[in-house]
């Protein structure tokens, strides 16, 4: 498995936690990444994306101000800080490794996943 992810877990509304996802392969500095969810019944969307080098960051419409991506190169390691968790948040976090070193909020850009971690937000 080159992309695991962990973290997830049972929060209240309004907590907070962090996922990480460790990519085992050797090109991970070069690419860019991405967070993904999905919920019982309902298609994967995009949550958040970065470029190789970070610089660049982007967000669903409804986590921005929330969520904050971010990677460190030198341990291979992506993050996503999740903040004011919301019930509707509650679902399956998937990291990807995109084609190239930038990152979308498209799953047809990226071509490696991870196996996921659940989230889980009480009310």
């Known amino acids: 498995v080159q992309l695991q992810a962990s973290g997830g877990g049972l929060v209240q509304a309004g907590g907070s936690l962090r996922l990480s996802c460790v990519d085992g392969g050797h090109t991970f500095s070069w690419n860019g990444m991405g967070w993904f969810r999905q919920s019982p019944g309902k298609e994967r969307e995009a949550v958040a994306a970065?470029?190789?080098?970070?610089?660049?960051?982007y967000y669903a419409d409804s986590v921005k101000g929330r969520f904050t991506i971010s990677r460190d190169n030198a341990k291979n390691t992506l993050y996503l800080q999740l903040n004011s968790l919301k019930p509707e948040d509650t679902a399956v976090y998937y990291c990807?490794?995109?084609?190239?070193?930038?990152?979308?909020?498209?799953?047809?850009?990226?071509?490696?996943w991870g196996q996921g971690t659940l989230v889980t937000v009480s009310s």
């Open positions: 970065i470029s190789w080098s970070g610089g660049s960051t």
């Open positions: 990807a490794r995109s084609r190239d070193s930038s990152g979308y909020l498209k799953a047809n850009e990226y071509n490696y």
